[in-house]
């Protein structure tokens, strides 16, 4: 496997799989922490030319907060939250009460806030990933910004765009409550993890 | 008409149309503008230096600094622009996320590669927003040259 592209079916199913153990994971903790319902749809593995990877329903410039956490030693890539407002506003309400939030403004307890919540969610799905495949992935410090979804999404874009020219991801929406606030996580592996994630699974 | 320049992507415009390309993060916007025939063109590339940039023996020329600036400058210069009066004005190559981690400093050695790309072309470079920690998207009008930024939480200004 030299690119994505040359990925067959069998693989993908192993990596829906993937992201669907994953994310559930991640689901459950975001779920045990702000005492919400939380909806998971099946993960969908995505291969993007780069142009579409940074648009979300034909826009790229929707304000957005993210959280990055890169990943290291045995998974090389990086898991990305991307959160829209509406549930931005959601989680914090039930740290701080009611409210309403402008992502654009958000405080410094806020930020800690939505980075942790970031932060636990990727450990959750790394963790999930780490014992199905028998793997040591490790975690960097999260980060986070509020930004255009396209400039966010330029991040992994670009570090895929110096070995190909599509991006995948395994992506998955989560919904709060049965409301349509969704945020969207993706699992963004490099193409030497990902032939090193079926090798331990026996996949080749 | 807007005329929407992508990602790894450039094009030429004259007046009334205009130029954009949205959301640069680590990317960079390369406007290139000739006054007396208000020709303007706009690149966005994703990465400095194309050495090693083939993907199964194919170059996407643009979507490297050192090889969308000159394919870009010979597609004006073949529309009757004069090379020695065309001036740039650049923005972008924001670090988008702070990791600590130097080696994805992509945002400043995208900068890095323009410049020395317009340096090699002996093109001035009249404005510029580059750097700094958040997006831009880069609107450019070909009457006046002028490019407008725009921002998800800082507003919007003139180069």
């Not at chain 2, 590339?45 to 394919?71: C, E, Q, W, Y």
Request: aromatic share 6%; hydrophobic share 45%; proline share 3%.
């Amino acid at each position: 496997m030299k690119k994505f592209e040359d990925l067959q079916d069998v693989h993908i199913d192993v990596l829906t799989e993937i992201g669907n153990i994953g994310s559930g994971n991640a689901s459950m903790a975001l779920s045990a922490m702000i005492g919400c319902e939380v909806v998971i749809s099946m993960p969908q593995v995505k291969f993007l030319s780069f142009q579409d990877a940074v648009e979300k329903n034909g826009s790229s410039e929707e304000t957005v907060a993210a959280v990055l956490v890169r990943l290291n030693n045995e998974v090389e890539g990086m898991i990305l939250l991307l959160v829209e407002r509406e549930f931005a506003s959601h989680i914090l309400s039930a740290f701080y009460g009611e409210k309403s939030v402008d992502l654009a403004s958000l405080n410094e307890d806020e930020v800690s806030a939505l980075t942790e919540i970031g932060n636990i969610m990727s450990h959750s799905y790394i963790n999930a990933i780490s014992s199905l495949a028998n793997m040591n992935i490790g975690a960097e410090t999260p980060s986070f910004t509020v930004d255009m979804f396209g400039a966010i999404m330029s991040v992994p874009v670009i570090e895929f765009g110096e070995v190909g020219e599509k991006l995948m991801c395994i992506d998955k929406v989560i919904e709060l409550d049965g409301v349509k606030m969704k945020s969207n996580m993706l699992l963004i592996p490099t193409v030497p993890s990902l032939e090193h994630m079926f090798d331990k699974l026996g996949i080749s | 008409m807007k005329i929407s320049v992508g990602i790894s992507d450039w094009k030429i415009a004259m007046p009334p149309d205009e130029l954009i390309t949205y959301a640069l993060g680590s990317c960079v916007g390369i406007c290139l503008y000739d006054s007396s025939k208000k020709i303007a063109g706009l690149s966005h590339i994703m990465l400095p230096d194309s050495a090693n940039g083939d993907v199964g023996g194919k170059l996407n020329r643009m979507k490297f600094a050192d090889t969308a600036i000159p394919d870009m400058l010979n597609q004006m210069i073949s529309m009757g622009v004069m090379r020695g009066g065309i001036k740039a004005r650049i923005a972008g190559g924001a670090v988008m996320f702070k990791t600590g981690s130097d080696r994805f400093n992509i945002g400043e050695r995208n900068i890095v590669a323009v410049k020395a790309a317009l340096q090699a072309l002996r093109i001035p470079i009249l404005a510029q927003d580059v750097g700094k920690d958040f997006g831009r998207t880069m609107i450019v009008d070909p009457n006046t040259g002028l490019v407008s930024i725009k921002s998800a939480s800082k507003g919007q200004w003139t180069l």
